[in-house]
């Protein structure tokens, strides 16, 4: 990585709180809206935003996300009845930009934003509550299977960040790891089992997703995606 790079601008620095999502009236914090301040960045997230489920949202792993606005234009060809939803915030990231991607940004990867410093610790795993925002009763599924997913951060050392200012590359210590692999391996070639033993001891990928990699390891088989994905349990 590039230290001395001018790093890439954000599009916008989003928060939100809990609402009503869907026919149902799902509590939900996806429907986040720019700021246009400076904000605290702790080790749990930015000042004012929210989650509904802290369960599978939220904590030091997922203090931040990550949406590239570039993949808005795949998913307005790919569903143009809902192209006025594909905009910057509609999967409910924190930080929007353009040219960052899960090609070109690796696992670990550290970057300054205002005064603080972030780690890439995950990818996005979509969940049933995109099929709700979005209306489309697949649309996690189709996330998962393009890879078009996003990513998140955990807080190095906290500070204060605002839309003004820059991702500033910093220290890349796992260049063999662009997302797009490690997606790969969890969400296509879920069997890979040299890449499931790589992920299972690299310590800056999230606790969960090592555990996951070192429980397929073990067992041979993949985990049960219904409940995440449809909102519902396995029917075995």
Not at 145 to 170: F, K, N, Q, S, T
Request: glycine residues 12%; contains cysteine; proline residues 7%.
């Amino acid at each position: 990585m590039v230290s001395h790079s001018a790093g890439t601008g954000l599009l916008s620095l989003r928060v939100g709180g809990i609402a009503p999502l869907g026919p149902g009236a799902v509590p939900s914090a996806i429907g986040k809206q720019p700021v246009a301040g400076r904000l605290s960045l702790t080790r749990l997230g930015l000042a004012g935003d929210d989650q509904a489920d802290r369960r599978h949202h939220g904590g030091p792993d997922k203090a931040l996300h990550h949406y590239p606005a570039q993949h808005y234009a795949a998913w307005r060809n790919e569903l143009p009845e809902r192209a006025s939803l594909f905009e910057p915030g509609g999967f409910g990231e924190n930080l929007s930009t353009l040219g960052l991607d899960e090609g070109n940004v690796c696992l670990g990867d550290i970057f300054r934003l205002g005064s603080a410093t972030i780690q890439v610790s995950q990818g996005r795993q979509p969940c049933w509550k995109l099929n709700l925002r979005f209306a489309v009763p697949d649309m996690a599924r189709r996330v998962q299977e393009h890879g078009r997913a996003g990513w998140y951060y955990r807080v190095l050392e906290e500070g204060e960040v605002g839309p003004e200012d820059r991702l500033l590359p910093l220290e890349r210590p796992h260049p063999d790891w662009p997302l797009a692999r490690v997606l790969r391996i969890f969400y296509r070639d879920t069997l890979d089992r040299d890449g499931l033993a790589a992920l299972a001891t690299l310590a800056v990928l999230a606790p969960g997703w090592r555990d996951t990699a070192a429980k397929r390891l073990e067992s041979g088989r993949v985990e049960d995606w219904r409940r995440r994905l449809e909102g519902r349990a396995s029917d075995a």
